[in-house]
């Protein structure tokens, strides 16, 4: 990142960045922080895990995303603001058969807690994959609150039931804005084939109906649980999913009304700066704030033995995770690393987020050769595919 002789004293810039997320036909806008929890599930999660998060996202003053795992009393019991996730299995809004529960779905989506709902397409750990709760871990509370039955395992669907192609995701996302009362409505995916993406935003023209928020997934994201081969072979990764996704917003003309949010390795002030330059409005972490929590990386995710207590549903595993110490640490992530994205900022001599462009990020291409971000991702023309 190129440095500013001009710079500007970091404690003169807002620390808050709050970003508003609503387009012309939301009625409850929410205007969420610039770095929140990305998407994990209560099952994929202990309890104690769950609860440090929301805790110190309720300290901290951002927004926990569910997963697709549905609500629990867990994400509801310290009142932090949630991002509910709705997946092709329809957890927590689904009928015994497995199809969309619209009663369910409404019950769900008034609470107070809920800002944001958010339909998982794809996930960059394993995008067209679907996914799984083993046994083991499909207790008889996690079954109740997903709508399943116990003691099973329980397969994602790679893809939805309620819609096919483009038109029916947006159908889709309309029937949620009006059943939700009018909230934030968006949906996750990880960039695979380009013409689909086109689709969608050719989609949102003819039918009039278009999201609040797009969440961007990296083909490198990564879980314990995901096949290798897909989290190292399948899926765009997040810098070329990102400038591709903000690109075609632009060219349909779309961008002004649709937030992007960065999902995928998302650590530090300075990845949060590159991919803001690269055309995000905010950033979703997972990785990071389970490291917050006490996760090793011991890569035992899906065999309930993780064993720091953050991956599993034994109870005396679960011991060590102190929900009090550990709601200290997420919220201390958070303040931190946006108090970098700030000084950051500032040494560059920019003033506030959406001033950042791709010309302010260098990559080495070569030993012997460096581009910035705007030779390699070259913008394109306003409206050239209106």
């Known amino acids: 990142m190129d440095h500013s002789v001009y710079a500007i004293n970091p404690a003169e810039l807002d620390n808050s960045l709050r970003i508003l997320v609503g387009g012309p036909d939301c009625k409850h806008p929410y205007l969420a ?64 058969d497995g199809n969309f529960d619209p009663d369910a779905f409404h019950k769900n989506a008034t ?62 996302i309309k029937k949620l804005r009006d059943l939700s009362g009018g909230k934030p409505i968006g949906f996750k995916l990880c960039i695979g084939k380009k013409q689909e993406f086109v689709d969608m935003c050719t989609a949102m023209i003819s039918i009039g109906v278009s999201p609040d928020f797009i969440t961007i997934d990296g083909g490198e994201g990564g879980t314990g649980a995901a096949p290798v081969e897909f989290s190292n072979s399948l899926g765009m990764p997040l810098r070329d999913g990102l400038a591709f996704a903000y690109d075609t917003l632009v060219r349909f003309d779309l961008k002004k009304n649709i937030k992007i949010i960065a999902s995928g390795k998302i650590f530090t002030g300075f990845h949060m700066v590159r991919v803001l330059a690269l055309g995000a409005d905010m950033c979703n972490t997972a990785r990071a704030m389970m490291l917050a929590v006490g996760c090793i990386q011991t890569l035992q995710c899906n065999n309930n033995t993780c064993p720091v207590g953050v991956t599993t549903q034994n109870k005396s595993l679960m011991r060590g995770l102190v929900v009090k110490d550990k709601t200290k640490r997420v919220a201390n992530f958070h303040e931190e690393t946006v108090k970098s994205f700030v000084a950051l900022l500032a040494a560059a001599g920019i003033s506030k987020p959406h ?14 050769s460096v581009l910035r971000y705007d030779e390699i991702y070259p913008y394109i023309q306003k409206r050239s595919l209106v």
């Open 33 to 96: 922080s610039i770095l929140n929890i990305s998407a994990m599930s209560f099952g994929a999660l202990s309890k104690k895990a769950v609860l440090a998060m929301n805790a110190g996202a309720k300290k901290g003053g951002f927004a926990q995303n569910t997963g697709e795992g549905g609500i629990s009393p867990y994400h509801l019991e310290h009142g932090g603001d949630l991002i509910w996730q709705i997946s092709s299995g329809y957890f927590g809004c689904r009928t015994r």
């Open 355 to 368: 001033d950042l462009q791709r010309k302010h990020i260098n990559r080495r291409v070569s030993m012997n």
């Open 111 to 172: 609470l107070e807690n809920v800002k944001m709902i958010e339909i998982k397409i794809s996930q960059g750990a394993k995008p067209g994959h679907g996914g799984i709760l083993p046994a083991s871990k499909n207790t008889e509370e996690i079954a109740a609150i997903r709508h399943i039955e116990p003691h099973i395992d329980v397969h994602s669907p790679p893809t939805h039931s309620e819609f096919k192609e483009a038109e029916g995701l947006m159908h889709f």
